[in-house]
């Protein structure tokens, strides 16, 4: 079922040539935005809207064509709801990127991570409310490969090649862990 919300592959690579093109100075690359459209997705927002489309693009407008704009949005909000099918049909998914990081340089897994936390720290106050410590136990991987936070207990993790192999290994399980953590009904 989850197929009919699967992104034709001509829009996705129109949205990746646009992306990751000197074209879009305030916005993330193509991984980047999927990480945020995840993190979105598996958080308690559930949803990409109009405060999270401004932050994602840095509080600007992605293009200076109106027009051109509403289209993006809304195959990101389409790009959006065929993560959350997949998610919502047990589907593991599939990240735009390898899963492979390197200590000591940017990867497009990193970008991936970036994207989620940002989406992460739109909503932080809703993510941890209810279990601070297992939220953060599950974007653990995603918070020290994104390198977005300055923490000396975080880098020896950087720097940790068999540590980052295992780290990234873990991202699609825990998103699927975060997913329904979120978003299953309760006892089932």
């Given at each position: 079922?989850?197929?009919?919300?699967?992104?034709?592959?001509?829009?996705?690579?129109?949205?990746?040539?646009?992306?990751?093109?000197?074209?879009?100075?305030?916005?993330?690359?193509?991984?980047?935005?999927?990480?945020?459209?995840?993190?979105?997705?598996?958080?308690?927002?559930?949803?990409?809207?109009?405060?999270?489309?401004?932050?994602?693009?840095?509080?600007?407008?992605?293009?200076?064509?109106a027009?051109?704009?509403?289209?993006?949005?809304?195959?990101?909000?389409?790009?959006?709801?065929?993560?959350?099918?997949?998610?919502?049909?047990?589907?593991?998914?599939?990240?735009?990127?390898?899963?492979?990081?390197?200590?000591?340089?940017?990867?497009?897994?990193?970008?991936?991570?970036?994207g989620?936390?940002?989406?992460?720290?739109?909503?932080?106050?809703?993510?941890?409310?209810?279990?601070?410590?297992?939220i953060?136990?599950?974007?653990?991987?995603?918070?020290?490969?994104?390198?977005?936070?300055e923490?000396?207990?975080?880098?020896?993790?950087?720097?940790?090649?068999?540590?980052?192999?295992?780290?990234?290994?873990?991202?699609?399980?825990?998103?699927?862990?975060?997913?329904?953590?979120?978003?299953?009904?309760?006892?089932?």
């Amino acid at each position: 079922m989850h197929e009919q919300y699967a992104l034709p592959e001509s829009t996705l690579l129109a949205l990746e040539t646009f992306l990751d093109d000197d074209a879009n100075p305030n916005g993330p690359d193509f991984a980047g935005v999927h990480g945020f459209l995840t993190g979105l997705t598996v958080g308690p927002r559930g949803t990409l809207d109009d405060d999270a489309m401004l932050a994602c693009f840095d509080d600007e407008a992605p293009l200076p064509d109106a027009q051109a704009s509403a289209d993006l949005y809304a195959d990101l909000k389409a790009w959006q709801k065929s993560i959350h099918a997949a998610l919502y049909h047990g589907v593991r998914l599939e990240l735009p990127c390898p899963l492979h990081a390197e200590p000591n340089d940017d990867t497009p897994l990193n970008s991936w991570c970036a994207g989620f936390m940002e989406a992460l720290f739109l909503d932080e106050d809703d993510w941890y409310k209810l279990d601070e410590d297992e939220i953060a136990d599950m974007t653990l991987p995603m918070l020290v490969l994104s390198d977005l936070i300055e923490d000396p207990d975080l880098m020896p993790l950087r720097r940790d090649r068999k540590m980052l192999a295992g780290m990234t290994a873990e991202i699609p399980e825990l998103i699927t862990s975060i997913y329904l953590h979120f978003h299953a009904p309760e006892g089932h």
